[in-house]
């Protein structure tokens, strides 16, 4: 039997091992959709806290609940950080983060690092599945090249796929197993390979003609977003600058049923996908001689917003006779969307170091964030001001109840937890409905 033949056996007898390589917003729940589709999970992280957290049947992910988990290590699923283990499974999903370097240039390190630690232990009938975004021409002129350095040929020995990631953290009604999944090969075997391996746990597979049409396809979908929504930030100042309410006339205008789609203003671009993914075809469109002119002005449009969000604070403070510095601020939300503790790229995240540096005395709210953990870029020593008076999960109306002065909780019929809030006289509440959302430091669109 071909090594096709056997891998495409293995797979419809669910007798294949799945490997999952970074279990973070990405391959943790493709992990846990393969394990629920009746597959042995082998999932491998560099993070060992990970690791130990999943082994022990708990969850870091607020979408999953510790019984997710333990669900699936009842079914054979193991977590590790032993890249010496690449040869187990029959299939390796790459899972990796594809940031921006200093110079917002694609950095391909966890790619290329992975695919460099996988390529010795490579076996014949293996597949190799990169879901991570990246350029056109990054699987065919990264990934093939290092897998057949080792003499396996791809499309006779092994198969490689490109397969890109669609996750919507935050929105419980987006399940992995139901969101269409683009997959592409570099040959035709590899393309057959890669529709049976996620046609076995995604309801519906969408196949395009090479790996180079499928990364391109990931980046216009993100491309779209961020130049909309760099559209409507620029049309949030404007309207700003001209006493109009932003929100009033994007519900207004999405009332037409054709030719328009509403998207939200906010103050910057958070997650994963949107403030970066853009310039990994600005990068690649340079070497053809071409300059992204919409994605460049999206970006700077985007990139902009958290500094305009400040202006607009320290000029409504100026209005009262206040300064930024000296001046005590409680940003409401950290996460860069809503019901999500995901804080990649998000500005509130900016804005607060901008608070900061003008020597404001900062406090953040997110039920979702009790404790500001360790993050790219900023290391700030805070707690949620929830998490400070121990009442957990805190509704926005309860916060901006504790703005305004000494408020009880009943956090229990039998009882009520009392907390003193000391507020100046001449305190300043920026409502988040008319500075789009600033207040609340999330961005609903991102």
Not at 31 to 38: I, K, T, V, Y
Request: hydrophobic share 40%; proline share 7%; with cysteine.
């Amino acid at each position: 039997m071909s090594a096709l033949g056997a891998l495409l056996e293995r797979i419809r007898g669910r007798k294949a091992l799945i490997g999952v390589i970074g279990l973070g917003y990405v391959g943790l729940p493709l992990a846990l959709r393969f394990s629920e589709a009746g597959f042995r999970v082998l999932g491998f992280d560099t993070d060992a806290e990970k690791v130990r957290r999943l082994n022990a049947g708990t969850s870091y992910l607020l979408r999953f609940p510790d019984a997710a988990v333990r669900k699936a290590r009842d079914s054979g699923f193991e977590a590790s950080g032993a890249r010496d283990r690449y040869a187990e499974p029959d299939a390796l999903i790459l899972c990796v983060p594809t940031p921006l370097n200093a110079h917002r240039e694609p950095d391909l390190s966890f790619v290329l690092g992975s695919v460099e630690a996988l390529a010795p232990q490579l076996r014949q009938g293996q597949i190799v599945s990169l879901e991570s975004t990246t350029y056109p021409g990054t699987t065919e002129e990264e990934l093939r090249p290092r897998i057949e350095a080792r003499g396996l040929r791809v499309g006779e020995d092994v198969f490689l796929c490109f397969s890109p990631e669609r996750e919507d953290p935050g929105n419980p009604m987006s399940v992995t197993r139901a969101i269409p999944k683009i997959c592409a090969g570099s040959t035709a075997a590899c393309l057959e390979a890669g529709l049976a391996l996620y046609g076995a746990a995604i309801d519906r597979v969408v196949p395009v003609s090479s790996t180079r049409a499928a990364e391109m396809t990931k980046l216009l979908e993100n491309i779209h977003r961020a130049v909309n929504i760099g559209l409507v930030n620029e049309m949030k100042i404007v309207a700003d600058r001209m006493g109009l309410d932003i929100h009033e006339i994007i519900r207004a205008a999405a009332t037409k049923p054709f030719g328009f789609v509403p998207y939200a203003p906010g103050p910057g671009l958070g997650g994963h996908c949107i403030p970066v993914d853009p310039f990994y075809l600005t990068w690649k469109a340079r070497q053809y001689g071409l300059n992204t002119r919409f994605i460049e002005l999206a970006g700077e449009i985007n990139h902009a917003m958290p500094g305009w969000v400040m202006e607009k604070l320290a000029a409504a403070l100026n209005a009262r006779r206040l300064s930024v510095n000296g001046s005590s601020v409680l940003v409401l939300g950290l996460a860069y969307k809503k019901n999500v503790e995901d804080l990649r790229e998000s500005p509130s995240l900016r804005l607060i170091a901008m608070l900061k540096e003008r020597g404001a005395s900062v406090d953040y709210s997110d039920p979702f964030v009790p404790v500001f953990p360790r993050v790219r870029n900023y290391s700030f020593d805070m707690k949620s001001v929830g998490s400070k008076a121990g009442l957990g999960f805190v509704s926005m109306q309860e916060r901006l109840r504790i703005l305004q002065g000494t408020i009880r909780v009943d956090s229990a019929p039998s009882r009520g937890t009392r907390i003193d809030v000391w507020v100046p006289s001449k305190s300043l509440v920026i409502p988040a409905a008319k500075q789009a959302r600033t207040s609340a430091g999330q961005s609903p669109q991102a």
